[in-house]
């Protein structure tokens, strides 16, 4: 059985997050297309200007391996974009169809959060210098976009988050659009009333005790 160096198993790393990160380049736009919320859309746009400098940061940190920068494609961010996309067609514009770009765009920070987080260890253990400064830049930044992420989705920065708008009934995204849209589907909202209420109930209690 053929066996790999730790320093190849060290690229294959690098080419899966290679992989990644351009697919995650080719899918924001259309995230931040689908967006309502401003604070949403600013946040998805930022996080595409970090992740083409990150996608940057490893083709140098290829060349200062001497090896040519090549993605060998990531099917786990394959599956998570092509699933997020799916689910957000479940949903028309609005606050939900935002709270399921943020659940798909956090699976995604986290996927590229544990990656990064070995990637840098294993340059750390092989000393590879620059390596673990570039790669560890690049996992601050995607720490920061999880946090930025929850910060919308649970409004502690202005108001009510993402999450709280979709719970009340999922209506357009910011502004009079929004009033207009909850009045108009207030009918199915109030139908739904009964068991949402005691579920909503729960959660706020369990976002108190945190
Ligand atoms: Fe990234
Ligand atoms: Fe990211």
Not at 50 to 78: H, N, W, Y
Not at 142 to 166: F, S
Request: proline content about 2%.
């Amino acid at each position: 059985m053929a066996s790999k160096t730790f320093h190849e198993l060290f690229l294959d790393e690098l080419r899966d997050l290679y992989s990644a990160e351009r697919q995650i380049t080719k899918a924001l736009p259309k995230l931040i297309k689908a967006a309502s919320n401003t604070d949403l859309g600013q946040a998805l746009t930022s996080h595409l200007d970090e992740t083409r400098a990150q996608v940057d940061r490893l083709e140098r940190i290829f060349d200062s391996l001497g090896e040519p920068p090549k993605g060998k494609k990531c099917r786990g961010m394959e599956g998570l974009l092509e699933e997020g996309g799916e689910h957000m067609k479940e949903v028309p514009r609005g606050s939900r169809r935002d709270a399921l770009i943020i659940a798909g765009a956090q699976r995604v920070e986290h996927y590229e959060i544990s990656a990064y987080g070995t990637a840098r260890a294993w340059a750390e253990q092989m000393k590879h210098d620059l390596a673990v400064s570039l790669l560890g830049q690049t996992l601050d930044e995607e720490a920061a976009a999880d946090e930025k992420l929850t910060k919308i989705a649970l409004g502690r920065v202005l108001g009510d988050g993402v999450n709280e708008k979709a719970e009340k009934g999922g209506g357009g995204g910011d502004g009079k659009k929004s009033a207009a849209k909850k009045k108009a589907t207030g009918k199915r909202s109030g139908e739904r009333g009964g068991k949402r209420g005691k579920k909503s109930r729960k959660k706020k209690s369990g976002k108190k005790a945190r």
